[in-house]
Nanobody, 121 residues
């Protein structure tokens, strides 16, 4: 059974940083894309970042470019999201996704349970 376990969420002040981790178990994703999505209260889930199987190619939503960085460690079957200069509008539940084709939005087959990120002003 495939499981994606996110960690690293929490409460942080605006301008601060957090690093999210997503550890996959049940199968390896070293040849597939992984990504991050988020859903704020009252809003639809949106794509945040994606990374291809090798980690060479990354994709970001315009709202997080230059602030967020996705990277992965295939030996640990884990993907990360480094979030810097956080803003109150980044407050959301962040979901890990795996089994994608190239790291762009869409086509992910597996999803984590989510981790809450709250940014206070």
């Amino acid at each position: 059974q495939v499981q994606l376990a996110e960690s690293g969420g929490g409460l942080v002040q605006a301008g601060g940083s957090l690093r999210l981790s997503c550890a996959a178990s049940g199968r390896t994703f070293s040849s597939e894309a992984m990504g991050w999505y988020r859903q704020a209260p009252g809003k639809e889930r949106e794509f945040v970042a994606g990374i291809n199987w090798s980690g060479i190619r990354t994709y970001y939503a315009d709202s997080v470019k230059e602030r967020f960085t996705a990277f992965r460690d295939n030996a640990k079957n884990t993907v990360y999201l480094q979030m810097n200069n956080l803003k109150p509008e980044d407050t959301a539940v962040y979901y890990c996704a795996a089994g994608g084709v190239n790291g762009r939005d869409g086509s992910y087959r597996y999803w984590g349970q989510g981790t809450q990120v709250t940014v206070s002003s």
